[in-house]
C-alpha cells in the first residue's frame, strides 16, 4: 500500500471538533455506519452519539458498533435495549472473562478508532467515544484531553470500509463456530468478501466530488498479515527527515530500532523535538518509558512534557510535510499487540496546520525536560523507572514478544 493522491483532509482537535463532526455525519448517513472505538462512555459526549446510531438505525441505515471489551466493560441497560429496539449491531471484542488479563492472549485488545459512513467519508485519529473533560481514572478534569482525529474522503476511505467489513465478519464467524454453526460460519465470510467487493472502487470514489488533492494512505496494525506497516512508516519518515520531527505520543516506550532512529537522526542535525505525557496517569506507563529518556535527551532530542491536563495524542510532523494521526502509540502495546488505525497525511497545508497545533502547546503548556535534572532524579524515582521498564519486559517476554 502506499500514498495516493484525491484526499480531502480535515484535522479535528479533541471532543469540541469531532463529536459534532461525527454525530453530524451519522445523521447524514444513508445506507450504512461503521464504528469502532476503544471507549464508548456513555456520558454527556458518548450519549449524543449513541442517540445519533440509534436515529440512523430506526430509519432504516445499517449500524454496526464495535468496543473493547476491555476499554468498554459494559453498555448500560438501558442503552442495550433501545440499541435492540432500534436494530444497531453491536459487538464487544474480546472480553476479559473469568481470567481477565492473566491470559496473555487477552493483551490484544481492539485500540484503533475508526468510523465509516456510507463508505464515503472516513474518521480515523485517537479519540475515545468520551468526554474531553472525563478522565476513567481520576474523574473529572478542569483541562480538555489533547487529543487528535482526522475526516478524510477520497481512495483510502475504502480500505477502511473493507478492513472493518471483514473485521466485523470474524466478530461473527468465531460466535458462529463456538456454537458449531459451519455452514452459517461460510456464508458470513462469502457475504462479507462480496460486501468488500461491491464497495465503490478507489478510481470512482476519487470522481465523487473530491478532487486531486492531499496524499494520504490508512496504516493498520493487527497481529496477522500488518504487524509492524505503522512502526515502519514512523521508521522510514524519521530515517529520511533532514530538518524537523516533531511527535506527541501519550504512551512513549519505542523499541531499539525506533529509538535508534530518533537519535541518529538529531546527531546528523535534524531538530528532534517530543511532546509526551507529563502526568501520572498509569504506574507502567509513566514509570515504565522513563529509562528510554538519557539516550534521547544525549543525543540533543528536545523532550517536552505536557501537563496542563491528559495528552492522549498519537500524532507526528516530519519536515513540514509528511504528518500522521492516529490511534498507536510508540509503545509495546500498540506497536507489538493492538489493532491499530493511522492515516498519514504528505500534505504541506495540513502537516503545517496539525504542526502549529503542537506548537502552540509546546510553547504554552510544555515543560521541557532537562537533561541534567532527568540525571539527578532521586533515586526512588529512578528505581521504580528501572523496575516498570523491567516488568514490562518480562510481561511481554512471556506473551510471546521481544521488544
Known amino acids: 500500500m502506499h500514498l495516493q493522491d484525491g484526499h480531502r483532509v480535515q484535522l479535528l482537535q479533541s471532543g469540541?471538533?469531532?463529536?459534532?463532526?461525527?454525530?453530524?455525519?451519522?445523521?447524514?448517513?444513508?445506507?450504512?455506519?461503521?464504528?469502532?472505538?476503544?471507549?464508548?462512555?456513555f456520558d454527556a459526549s458518548g450519549e449524543p452519539v449513541a442517540a445519533a446510531l440509534e436515529r440512523a438505525a430506526l430509519r432504516g441505515v445499517k449500524v454496526y458498533l464495535v468496543v473493547d471489551g476491555f476499554g468498554t466493560?459494559?453498555?448500560?441497560?438501558?442503552?442495550?435495549?433501545?440499541?435492540?429496539?432500534?436494530?444497531?449491531?453491536?459487538?464487544?471484542?474480546?472480553?476479559?472473562?473469568?481470567?481477565?488479563?492473566?491470559?496473555?492472549?487477552?493483551?490484544?485488545?481492539?485500540?484503533?478508532?475508526?468510523?465509516?459512513?456510507?463508505?464515503?467519508?472516513?474518521?480515523?485519529?485517537?479519540?475515545?467515544v468520551l468526554d474531553d473533560h472525563i478522565d476513567p481514572a481520576y474523574g473529572v478534569q478542569d483541562a480538555p484531553r489533547f487529543d487528535f482525529a482526522l475526516l478524510v474522503q477520497g481512495p483510502l476511505v475504502v480500505d477502511a470500509h473493507r478492513a472493518m467489513v471483514q473485521f466485523w465478519a470474524r466478530l461473527q464467524i468465531t460466535r458462529q463456530l463456538e456454537h458449531m454453526a459451519f455452514k452459517d460460519a461460510s456464508k458470513t465470510w462469502k457475504a462479507a468478501n462480496a460486501s468488500a467487493r461491491s464497495a465503490p472502487s478507489k478510481k470512482t470514489r476519487r470522481g465523487q466530488g473530491v478532487p486531486a488533492g492531499s496524499y494520504a494512505m490508512l496504516l493498520l496494525r493487527d497481529n496477522l498479515r500488518n504487524r509492524n506497516r505503522i512502526e515502519r512508516a514512523y521508521r522510514t519518515a524519521i530515517a529520511t527527515a533532514q530538518s524537523e520531527i516533531l511527535i506527541a505520543n501519550a504512551y512513549f516506550l519505542p523499541g531499539g530500532k525506533l529509538r535508534r532512529a530518533l537519535v541518529h537522526a538529531a546527531k546528523r542535525g535534524v531538530k528532534v523535538r517530543l511532546l509526551l505525557q507529563g502526568r501520572y496517569e498509569?504506574?507502567?506507563?509513566?514509570?515504565?518509558?522513563?529509562?528510554?529518556?538519557?539516550?534521547?535527551?544525549?543525543?540533543?532530542?528536545?523532550?517536552?512534557?505536557y501537563s496542563v491536563g491528559f495528552l492522549h495524542a498519537k500524532v507526528a510532523v516530519v519536515d513540514g510535510r509528511w504528518a500522521t494521526v492516529g490511534s498507536s502509540n510508540l509503545d509495546p502495546l500498540s506497536l507489538l499487540l493492538a489493532r491499530e488505525a493511522n492515516v498519514v497525511v504528505d500534505d504541506v497545508p495540513f502537516a503545517r496546520a496539525l504542526r502549529a497545533r503542537l506548537e502552540a502547546a509546546i510553547q504554552s503548556d510544555g515543560t521541557q525536560l532537562d537533561a541534567t535534572t532527568y540525571a539527578l532524579r532521586p533515586w526512588r524515582k529512578r528505581v521504580l523507572d528501572r523496575l516498570a521498564f523491567g516488568v514490562m519486559r518480562l510481561l511481554l517476554f512471556l506473551a510471546g514478544q521481544r521488544y
Not at 448517513?29 to 471507549?39: D, F, G, K, M, P
Not at 498509569?282 to 512534557?305: C, D, N, T, W
Request: hydrophobic share 45%; aromatic share 14%.
Open 73 to 128: 466493560p459494559s453498555v448500560p441497560s438501558a442503552w442495550g435495549q433501545r440499541f435492540a429496539d432500534a436494530g444497531v449491531n453491536w459487538r464487544q471484542f474480546s472480553p476479559l472473562g473469568r481470567l481477565g488479563l492473566l491470559l496473555p492472549v487477552r493483551w490484544r485488545r481492539l485500540h484503533r478508532k475508526l468510523c465509516v459512513v456510507d463508505a464515503q467519508l472516513a474518521f480515523c485519529g485517537g479519540i475515545n
Open 16 to 41: 469540541a471538533d469531532f463529536f459534532p463532526a461525527l454525530v453530524a455525519a451519522i445523521d447524514a448517513s444513508q445506507q450504512e455506519v461503521r464504528l469502532e472505538t476503544y471507549i464508548f462512555s
Open 282 to 305: 498509569y504506574f507502567m506507563q509513566y514509570h515504565g518509558s522513563r529509562p528510554v529518556y538519557g539516550k534521547l535527551l544525549a543525543a540533543g532530542v528536545e523532550i517536552h512534557e
